[in-house]
T-cell receptor
Framework: SAVISQKPSRDICQRGTSLTIQCQVDSQVTMMFWYRQQPGQSLTLIATANQGSEATYESGFVIDKFPISRPNLTFSTLTVSNMSPEDSSIYLC????????????FGPGTRLTVL | RKEVEQDPGPFNVPEGATVAFNCTYSNSASQSFFWYRQDCRKEPKLLMS???SGNEDGRFTAQLNRASQYISLLIRDSKLSDSATYLCVVLMNTGFQKLVFGTGTRLLVSP
């Protein structure tokens, strides 16, 4: 499986500010995904990020709040804009496995606390 | 109805016990199914994919019942290191590879 890293691993931010999270993969991948895991809950897909096209957002998530970049096949960023305490969460990127069975592998996550 | 439902547990079992987790999903067009394991404060890691015919990997056995839209995971001879949250995950047939996660079942294996 691909090796995925995320930066920062954690951050504490003031409300109203923005944070950009980076996701780096050690191999080229077509599809990358961004998820949120709120405290005590399971993962929710925010958006799918494909290289060379706009990200596709899930219901409840909008580009103005969570802009995503995907400049190449090994890198993506997620920005959490105009943060509020409700954005405190773990943000994870994932990549689809090569081949045909649709597994995804996850980065270590970014733990965000908004004060 | 939630798209993927699991019993949240926790399941408290002694070492060596056999434990089974169940999961139901609502979208009959779902194509792929997985069990992930998530340790505390860590990312989810793929435990096993679930094939139509059922599959086994060492102490772990996964079963799929498409007619009942039901997935199961059986862990035999539980180890302390099996303590974790087990996530039932379904690939939705939306044209994109959208994974939908259950809320997870927490397992605590004690000595």
């Amino acid at each position: 499986s691909a090796v995925i890293s995320q930066k920062p691993s954690r951050d504490i931010c003031q409300r109203g500010t923005s944070l950009t999270i980076q996701c780096q993969v050690d191999s080229q991948v077509t599809m990358m995904f961004w998820y949120r895991q709120q405290p005590g809950q399971s993962l929710t897909l925010i958006a799918t990020a494909n290289q060379g096209s706009e990200a596709t957002y899930e219901s409840g998530f909008v580009i103005d709040k969570f802009p995503i970049s995907r400049p190449n096949l090994t890198f993506s960023t997620l920005t959490v804009s105009n943060m509020s305490p409700e954005d405190s969460s773990i943000y994870l990127c994932s990549v689809a496995a090569a081949g045909g069975y649709n597994e995804q592998f996850f980065g270590p996550g970014t733990r965000l606390t908004v004060l | 109805r939630k798209e993927v439902e699991q019993d949240p547990g926790p399941f408290n079992v002694p070492e060596g016990a056999t434990v089974a987790f169940n999961c139901t999903y609502s979208n009959s067009a779902s194509q792929s199914f997985f069990w992930y394991r998530q340790d505390c404060r860590k990312e989810p890691k793929l435990l096993m994919s679930v094939y139509s015919s059922g599959n086994e990997d060492g102490r772990f056995t996964a079963q799929l019942n498409r007619a009942s839209q039901y997935i199961s995971l059986l862990i035999r001879d539980s180890k302390l290191s099996d303590s974790a949250t087990y996530l039932c995950v379904v690939l939705m047939n939306t044209g994109f590879q959208k994974l939908v996660f259950g809320t997870g079942t927490r397992l605590l294996v004690s000595p």
